[in-house]
């Protein structure tokens, strides 16, 4: 009786070690599973349009012509680029356009006959009369080259400057995008279109063409080849023994 006891308290005594050697087991393996924050790479690239976001907003559209003291009329690339801010002006919607001249300078009357010239391009491109204004600023004696600025408020897209650069590409060993990543596509995205709202709502599509899908199908129900040559060009021959 006493051995079969004792039988007993042998094999009971090893139990408890039994379950400290799977509860240290468990212990690794739940070390093995948890990661620290600090080892994680950055495998998913930052999203650059929360890094630099465009901007949908009433800002100053100028645009700054100089005028020298020997300046005499304006150059034919000069009216070509008023003449492409007046559009870009009567597009925007914008009611008032300013057109605005220095006063007390040394190139005064010059920049008030090229003020003029101005006004006329910006005529001729379409702008209403009633839209047009004409001002001064005060500029300095010594302000040879002073600006004719024409500016007038419009809603525009824009995105921060690519400024400034915390880190460097060639020492970013965290596999991450670098602080500027994308800053230069938002830029070009938000200076090119045409519209900000594009950027928020698409436009509504415009009506098919009747007569082109009519001709369209008509080719189709009598089997008449495709072709992709333009009016006027020649089919070629396919070359022969290329790539034997």
């Keep these: 009786m006493h051995a079969h006891i004792k039988t007993l308290h042998r094999a ?7 379950i400290g050697l799977a509860f240290g087991s468990l212990l690794l393996l739940a070390g093995c599973s948890s990661i620290s924050p600090h080892e994680v790479t950055g495998e998913v690239p930052d999203d650059y349009r ?12 100028t645009m700054d012509i100089p005028v020298g003291l020997s300046t005499g009329r304006l150059s034919e690339a000069t009216r070509a680029n008023v003449n492409g801010f007046a559009q870009r002006f009567v597009a ?6 300013a057109v605005v001249a220095p006063s007390g300078s040394p190139n005064e009357m010059q920049a008030a006959a ?20 004409y001002r001064v600023y005060r500029a300095g004696a010594h302000e040879t080259n ?30 991450r995008s670098y602080f500027n990543f994308g800053c230069a596509t938002q830029q ?30 008509e080719a189709y129900r ?10 006027g060009e020649t089919g070629g ?8």
């Design 188 to 217: 070009n995205l938000a200076a090119m279109v045409a519209s900000p709202l594009d950027l928020l709502y698409p436009r509504g599509l415009t009506p098919a063409d009747a007569s082109r899908r009519a001709t369209v199908l």
């Design 237 to 244: 021959e396919v070359a022969q023994g290329v790539g034997q």
């Design 114 to 133: 090229a003020a003029v010239e101005i006004e006329d391009v910006m005529l001729r491109a379409g702008i209403d009369r009633r839209t047009l204004e």
């Design 92 to 97: 925007s919607g914008s009611s008032i356009v």
């Design 12 to 18: 009971g005594s090893g139990l408890p070690r039994a």
């Design 146 to 175: 002073a600006p004719v600025r024409i500016a007038y408020n419009a809603v525009t897209a824009h995105s921060a400057p690519c400024n400034p650069w915390p880190d460097q590409v060639a020492e970013n060993g965290e596999n």
């Design 50 to 61: 929360l890094n630099h976001p465009i901007a949908i907003e009433e800002r100053l559209v």
């Design 222 to 231: 009598d089997g008449d080849p495709f072709t992709s040559n333009l009016a």
